[in-house]
Every structure is written in C-alpha cells, then in structure tokens.
C-alpha cells in the first residue's frame, strides 16, 4: 500500500488549506484512514482518522471544530480540511492506513505511512 499526500503549503493564521492523499491501493474502501502530524522537535500526534466506511471519525481535542476528514471510496482519497488554522498546527503532515476494521486515533494502529506534507502557519 503506498500514500501519497499533498495539499501542504504556507498560510497565514486564520486561514485554510485542504490536505489528499492518494493511495495505491485497490482495496481503498477497506482501509482506515488517518491524519498525523509531527512538529520539530515534538513526538507524531494522531490528528484525525475515519473508518472505513466513513461512518466513523475521531479528531483529536485541539482541531475539533476546525478540522474535517473525509474519504472518497470512489477515488481512494482521504481529505483533510483545515480551517481556522493557528500557528501551533505547523508540522508535516502524514496519512497512515491500515487494514483495521474501526477508527483508530493511536499510531499504532497504522501499519502504511505517506512521506508527508509541510504545513506552516505564520503569525
């Protein structure tokens, strides 16, 4: 299984971007699907994920409200829309996958991992 994500970019605080990643999996549909996120210096933190069907997600307590995962069984994509992004959600971003049958929001329920995405927000 391989991701690819994109979507990263510079951006001021307030302000939007909308992560995708794309995976090479045919299979897509029985997958789950997270967002994590690594900040210098600061361990991965899981930051959104979704279940298979997309009937399930989990967000992380500081992007609630802010952040909304999706997936697109259909395109084998999973978006990640950020809104209201703040300084402190500078990190790179990765899209992990498993083949788990529930939402997991615990890195090691992961077993795929993209190369990630920079995100930064400046002040």
């Known amino acids: 299984v391989q991701l690819q994500a994109s979507g990263g970019g510079l951006v001021q605080a307030g302000g939007s971007l909308r992560l995708s990643c794309v995976v090479s999996?045919?299979?897509?549909?029985?997958?789950?699907m997270g967002w994590f996120r690594q900040a210098p210096g600061k361990e991965r933190e899981v930051v959104a994920a979704i279940s298979r069907s997309g009937g399930s997600t989990y967000y992380t307590d500081s992007v609630k409200d802010r952040f909304t995962i999706s997936r697109d069984n259909a395109e084998n994509t999973v978006h990640l829309q950020m809104n209201k992004l703040k300084p402190e959600d500078t990190a790179v971003y990765f899209c992990?996958?498993?083949?788990?049958?529930?939402?997991?929001?615990?890195?090691?329920?992961?077993?795929?991992w993209g190369q990630g995405t920079q995100v930064t927000v400046s002040s």
């Open positions: 999996e045919g299979t897509f549909s029985k997958l789950r």
């Open positions: 992990a996958a498993d083949f788990g049958a529930v939402v997991s929001g615990t890195i090691g329920g992961y077993d795929f």
